[in-house]
């Protein structure tokens, strides 16, 4: 089966810095890939949107300025959190469509935690 | 507006059969999922429906009935492990997955 890998798994960092996390399909092309966080016992909340080499769609709320997408191949898209406060501290989970399949497949997910 | 629902908690004893339901109106229909999500980690997927029956894979089955926005998630045997949180999804006309809130299910022995 297809397979979404996200690098880090979990991170720790001081409020006021910048957090990247990576998200890569391993062994298919993704031309649509998702950025979702969830706080505990909440579900999943779509926050952007990105295809290959567009700008990303931003959920309303979702500030574009502050949670920074790149999508520059078809296996790699990147989520940066810019000056993170302790209310960003969240689950970060990515997901990754082919133009093929309507399935989603969800990488493992990023535990961040801003102290 | 587009809305998804799923009950928040069902509990359900080991060995027994659970069936979770999930009603929905969106814009459009392109096939409905159903994903489970153990605590801490990211969901998994379980089926996938685009047409209106039953779809079964081993201890779990999911039925779709377009005419009336509806899927249910059927588990048998329950076994500890199925404690988690299931998640029913439509895609809507745009290719845009619509998520429920999750039903959490509590498996006691």
């Known amino acids: 089966g297809a397979v979404v890998s996200q690098h880090p798994s979990w991170v720790i960092c001081k409020s006021g810095t910048s957090v990247k996390i990576e998200c890569r399909s391993l062994?298919?092309?993704?031309?649509?890939m998702f950025w979702y966080r969830q706080f505990p016992k909440q579900s999943l909340m779509l926050m952007a949107t990105?295809?290959?080499?567009?700008?990303?769609?931003?959920e309303q709320g979702v500030e574009k300025d502050k949670f920074l997408i790149n999508h520059a191949s078809l296996t790699l898209s990147t989520l940066t959190v810019t000056s993170a406060h302790p209310e960003d501290s969240s689950f970060y989970i990515c997901?990754?469509?082919?133009?093929?399949?309507?399935?989603?497949?969800f990488g493992p997910g990023t535990r961040l935690t801003v102290l | 507006g587009q809305n998804i629902d799923q009950p928040t908690e069902m509990t359900a004893t080991e060995g027994a059969i659970v069936q979770i339901n999930c009603t929905y109106q969106?814009?459009?229909?392109?096939?409905l999922f159903w994903y489970q999500q153990h605590a801490g980690e990211a969901p998994t997927f379980l089926s996938y429906?685009?047409l209106d029956g039953l779809e079964e894979k081993g201890r779990f089955s999911s039925f779709l009935s377009r005419s009336k926005g509806y899927s249910y998630l059927l588990l048998k045997e329950l076994q500890m492990k199925d404690s988690a949180s299931y998640l029913c999804?439509?895609?809507?006309?745009?290719?845009?997955?619509?998520w429920g809130a999750g039903t959490k299910l509590i498996i006691k022995p």
């Open positions: 999804a439509v895609t809507d006309s745009n290719y845009q997955l619509i």
């Open positions: 429906n685009v």
């Open positions: 990105s295809n290959e080499g567009s700008k990303a769609t931003y």
């Open positions: 062994d298919f092309q993704a031309t649509t």
């Open positions: 969106t814009s459009g229909f392109n096939g």
């Open positions: 997901s990754a469509r082919t133009s093929e399949y309507n399935e989603q497949f």
